[in-house]
């Protein structure tokens, strides 16, 4: 397509402004704010706006051209050639609404819609496309420009280049576009298992994640607790039923005994009152029976009272005779120790003078007497002990009865009567000697010459037998 | 004594109390609460120009056990103001009546009117002492959840044979019309209601009307629906029955419209300007003080329409008193224009968006990737 002629009239700032382009490349120069976007503005709104649009379109996208200066239509009129076809193009804005196309024949399209079709079908390519290469604002020819310099051939290559650059993205960065759909679906199902729709490990409304809970984990658990109280509430609910239930049940039963007592009263205090009465007609019969007893006891312990009462003052003079008693027992209890103490004192008293006599009348002993005195003493007491050193010891049983006589050491014979199978048994120091009628039995020790002692014996005993007589003791 | 016809007012499902905590602003949240109130007020106002004979709640008069003491008092004194002969109470499933310690209906019984018959036990009442050919057999919630329905006592109950009326008053699910899938909810069949002998059922618990229709004389069991919508699964009017029931036994019955609000959920598809026109247009003819919408738009826009959107959200806002909107499944539209239009021929982008704009079925993925498109292009 190449653009011919272009006309604003008016069209935003511009009242009334016909272009023709030429043959080849058409520059438009000019200083800030002197209409060069408007043109290109303008020959887009020829190209793609549809003069059949809703009011919000027009709100948004053709407001803007309205004329500065008052006017309620804005028109723009463009020639162009595809080929050798000439076509003229014809759209107002605003108040009026109108389309028109005349056609390489000389046809006539007015109708909006047909018009747009027919220009779909000459401009082959879509509006995007159009917008973002051959409406290439200032921030896009730099590079576009660097493209076409260093490439040879850049007629040829220039739908490769933008394709590359522009087509291929259209101005989407598709990591940004990759970031921003993981992020949503992080968002959303960030630890949810998508194809078990349910969340991971087991990690239900009992056991939930703390953190990192997407949407859908978040809404599931919302869910979960709602229909957890839900179900906690209905719970309490037939608990409630359940126990109004009892107490309806009980109530009824009470209600019943109720009237039961109420219909049966006059029985159940009947009852009760009998209850009592037997209590006491109970009591009252014990009474009686104890009441009775006493009366038949009544006598005879009378009696027994009277006898117990006349035993009683007998025994209160005995107590009083006891008690005296009692008395002097005490007190010759306290005087007993001293009564033997001076028994003991009266005894002591006797035996010193019985030995102040006995010593008044004894004679005075010389000294040497009295020394041959203890030393026989001595002897006879030794002999004695000599003999008690030695040990004999005879035992006879006779077989037939018998009269002996037994004697031993220095001691004086003695008679006795031995009966059948009765034994006779003797100890001694130095000798035993028992005779018979018809014979005599001498036993002597082997350790000493009891002669010889016995004679030692006779002889000191005679000699302090001769000395006590001669000192008459 | 010569029996009247006899006239009830007959509702259910007020709820009073019910705190509407669903992220409604704070005054519409406070509207929704006070207007389950006025409407008391007025259905008792409506039941009086009927010159009604009774005024009937079956159940759930009250949202659940704990009401504050001083709303269950207001109850109690707009139910006073009702000029019939008797208004009838039953506890429903939401406010059971509780053996021992029951705050909310003891309050209630405290301070409620003479001529108020609170039905808080399963047995009969005689209305006829009262020039009303009617006895009453109440069939009261002692819990929230019941699998066994509280009627059963009344099949065994002998009737009466000279009186002309016996009302069943229940709570519960009907099957074939509650959605009680666990059958939690003192079900009943209809086969159990038509054999218990009665000559008519004043029901409760069900927020839809039956029989579904403005007027009638063949029916014998009714459900009211909640008198004052309550939230999005209310898709109608409040609604309450006058009832007449004739000296010869006929039954004449009237759906009453009743309540404030109203609850609207739509479904709307865009795919041209028009659609938002049409949309635009509806909602200006919705009433700002009353409705409240749920509305999820679905299908896909011309980019300057879809690029509108939060603007044309703030628009029909301003049209209703309460806006729920869903757009998670509105998306730009992107054709093979646009996308010609906006890259260039053969590009890596280009060639994304045609591949993906090929899926017809998947616009959601044509959608995210062009927006991640543009977010990174610029």
């Known amino acids: 397509m190449i653009v011919r002629e272009l006309k604003l009239h008016p069209f935003a700032g511009i009242t009334n402004l016909e272009i023709n382009f030429e043959e080849g490349l058409n520059v438009v120069l000019g200083p800030n704010e002197a209409g060069k976007s408007t043109l290109v503005n303008a020959l887009k709104m020829a190209l793609f706006m549809s003069t059949k649009y809703t009011k919000l379109i027009f709100d948004r996208e053709i407001m803007r051209f309205m004329p500065l200066n008052g006017g309620d239509t804005i028109q723009v009129d463009l020639s162009f050639a595809l080929g050798t076809e000439f076509y003229r193009l014809s759209k107002s804005w605003g108040q009026r609404k109108e389309s028109t196309l005349t056609l390489p024949t000389g046809g006539l399209l007015a109708d909006a819609q047909a018009v747009e079709d027919k220009l779909k079908e000459l401009l082959v390519l879509n509006e995007r496309t159009y917008q973002s290469i051959l409406f290439a604002y200032q921030a896009g020819l730099g590079s576009t420009l660097d493209s076409l310099d260093k490439d040879p051939t850049p007629t040829e290559e220039l739908a490769s280049i933008l394709r590359r650059a522009i087509f291929q993205t259209d101005g989407v960065s598709i990591e940004r576009l990759g970031r921003t759909i993981e992020d949503a679906c992080k968002d959303y199902f960030s630890r949810w298992d998508k194809e078990l729709k349910r969340p991971p490990d087991n990690r239900g409304i009992d056991n939930p994640f703390k953190r990192g809970v997407g949407k859908v984990l978040g809404a599931y658990y919302e869910k979960e607790r709602l229909h957890q109280a839900m179900q906690e509430a209905l719970g309490h609910e037939r608990q409630m039923d359940e126990l109004n239930r009892k107490i309806r049940a009980l109530a009824d039963e009470i209600e019943a005994l109720e009237e039961f007592v109420g219909t049966n009263r006059q029985v159940v205090d009947d009852a009760r009152k009998r209850v009592l009465l037997e209590t006491r007609k109970k009591a009252l019969e014990e009474q009686d029976r104890r009441l009775r007893d006493i009366s038949q006891k009544w006598p005879s312990l009378e009696q027994e009272i009277k006898t117990t009462k006349e035993g009683l003052k007998d025994l209160k003079k005995r107590q009083a005779s006891l008690s005296e008693e009692l008395k002097d027992a005490e007190a010759y209890e306290a005087n007993k120790q001293k009564l033997e103490k001076f028994a003991r004192a009266e005894k002591k008293k006797v035996e010193l003078n019985t030995a102040r006599d006995m010593l008044a009348g004894m004679k005075a002993i010389k000294e040497a007497d009295f020394r041959l005195l203890e030393q026989l003493n001595n002897e006879l007491k030794r002999l004695e002990t000599s003999l008690e050193a030695g040990k004999i010891a005879l035992t006879m049983i006779p077989e037939k009865p018998m009269e002996l006589r037994v004697a031993k050491d220095f001691e004086d014979e003695i008679s006795c009567t031995l009966e059948m199978g009765e034994s006779l048994e003797v100890s001694a120091g130095g000798m035993i000697e028992v005779r018979h009628p018809d014979w005599i039995m001498k036993v002597k020790t082997g350790e000493m010459d009891f002669d010889e002692v016995n004679s030692i014996f006779n002889q000191v005993s005679r000699e302090y037998q001769n000395l006590l007589n001669r000192l008459n003791l | ?378």
């Open chain 2, 1 to 378: 004594m010569e029996m009247m016809p006899i006239k009830i007012f007959h509702t259910a499902d007020l709820h009073l109390g019910m705190k509407f905590t669903r992220g409604y602003a704070p005054d519409v949240q406070e509207n929704l609460v006070e207007a389950r109130f006025e409407t008391l007020r007025s259905m008792i106002e409506t039941a009086n120009r009927q010159d009604c004979d009774l005024f009937v709640v079956a159940g759930d008069l009250f949202n659940n056990q704990r009401i504050p003491k001083k709303d269950v008092l207001r109850a109690a004194d707009l139910l006073k103001g009702f000029d019939g002969r008797f208004v009838l109470v039953l506890p429903g499933n939401h406010d059971y009546i509780q053996k021992g310690e029951d705050q909310l209906w003891s309050r209630f019984h405290e301070s409620m009117s003479e001529h108020t018959l609170f039905l808080d036990a399963p047995r009969c009442t005689d209305l006829t002492p009262h020039g009303l050919d009617m006895i009453v057999y109440a069939a009261p919630c002692t819990a929230k959840h019941s699998s066994t329905n509280a009627i059963g006592w009344i099949r065994e109950c002998p009737k009466e044979p000279d009186t002309s009326f016996h009302c069943g008053i229940a709570h519960g699910s009907l099957e074939g019309l509650s959605p009680d899938f666990n059958k939690d909810y003192y079900p009943m069949s209809r086969e159990e209601l038509s054999t218990a002998g009665l000559d008519l059922w004043l029901m409760g618990h069900t927020h839809i009307r039956y029989p579904d229709e403005d007027v009638g004389t063949e029916a014998k069991i009714f459900f009211p629906s909640t008198p004052e919508p309550d939230g999005f699964d209310c898709k109608h009017p409040g609604y309450a029955w006058l009832i007449e029931l004739g000296e010869d036994k006929s039954v004449r019955y009237q759906s009453i419209q009743t309540g404030r609000y109203r609850f609207f959920t739509m479904e709307r598809e865009l795919s041209a300007e028009d659609d938002v026109e049409v949309l635009k247009s509806y909602f200006h003819k919705l009433d700002r003080e009353k409705h409240l919408v749920k509305l999820k738009l679905k299908g896909r826009v011309q980019g300057e329409i879809y690029d509108e959107r939060s603007a044309m959200l703030t628009e029909l806002n301003e049209c209703v008193l309460h806006l729920e909107a869903n757009l998670s499944e509105l998306f730009r539209e992107i054709t093979v224009e646009d996308i010609n239009r906006e890259f260039t021929e053969g590009s890596f982008p280009y060639k994304l968006l045609m591949a993906l704009a090929k899926d017809q079925q998947n616009p959601i993925s044509l959608q995210i990737a062009y927006d991640f498109i543009q977010k990174v292009r610029s």
